[in-house]
């Protein structure tokens, strides 16, 4: 079956370090890609995404590029802020019905 | 826009008690989920919804039930409650290109 790979946290870093939060996958066919963020206390929220072969997604200064031959979707930021403090989850939808596959979620905590 | 509300927030439930944990969104989704977090494991998918009337098994089924009460609403019930239940729920809905997820339910069972 499907499933997602990706890095164990915590991640602990200097605000304006870069970032890189690896992410692999295993599935069959051509699935969606996607990064979601959780805020402390919060639910869960769309990040970025790439839907086929080489699609970049990016969204507040994250970035993350489809790379089929390598299986996977690795999620980099050149400056973090504190504010980047969170869980991030790796997933993918791959069987139709929008049903998602979640890794197990990376903490990131950014530190003055 | 209130986009998808669960209620309620927390709970603490004794094993073998039962509850409904509710979920509402307002964007007019076809589809809706219902998954379990658990520290360690990411999100599991319980079950979902594809459309009014019809449900279907996710990951994790088992001592789960659900209700497609009409297009806004997807209820999970715990019949009897069990300690290995003890976890964070989140129900979402979908467009064709992204889930919105709810705030989530913090359900504890002693």
């Known amino acids: 079956g499907d499933s997602v790979t990706q890095m164990e946290g915590p991640v602990t870093l200097s605000e304006e370090a870069c970032l890189t939060i690896?992410?692999?996958?295993?599935?069959?066919?051509?699935?969606?890609l996607f990064w979601y963020v959780q805020y402390p206390g919060e639910g869960l929220q769309l990040l970025l995404k790439a839907t086929k072969a080489d699609d970049k997604g990016s969204n507040k200064g994250f970035e993350a590029t489809y790379r089929k031959e390598t299986t996977s979707f690795h999620l980099e930021k050149g400056s973090v802020q504190v504010s980047d403090s969170a869980v991030y989850f790796c997933?993918?939808?791959?069987?139709?019905?929008?049903?998602?596959?979640f890794g197990t979620g990376t903490q990131l905590k950014v530190e003055l | 826009n209130a986009g998808v509300t669960q209620t309620p927030k927390f709970q603490v439930l004794k094993t073998g008690q039962s509850m409904t944990l509710q979920c509402a969104q307002d964007?007019?989704?076809?589809?809706m989920y219902w998954y379990r977090q658990d520290p360690g494991m990411g999100l599991r998918l319980i079950y979902y919804?594809?459309?009014?009337?019809?449900?279907d098994k996710g990951e994790v089924p088992n001592g789960y039930n659900v209700s497609r009460l009409n297009k806004r609403e997807f209820s999970l019930r715990l019949e009897s409650a069990a300690p290995s239940q003890t976890s964070v729920y989140f129900c979402?809905?979908?467009?064709?290109?992204?889930?919105?997820f709810g705030p989530g339910t913090r359900l504890t069972v002693t």
């Open positions: 997933a993918l939808e791959g069987g139709g019905g929008n049903k998602l596959t």
């Open positions: 964007m007019n989704h076809n589809s």
């Open positions: 690896n992410c692999t996958y295993t599935a069959t066919g051509y699935p969606s």
């Open positions: 979402a809905s979908s467009s064709e290109s992204e889930q919105y």
């Open positions: 919804s594809a459309s009014e009337g019809t449900t």
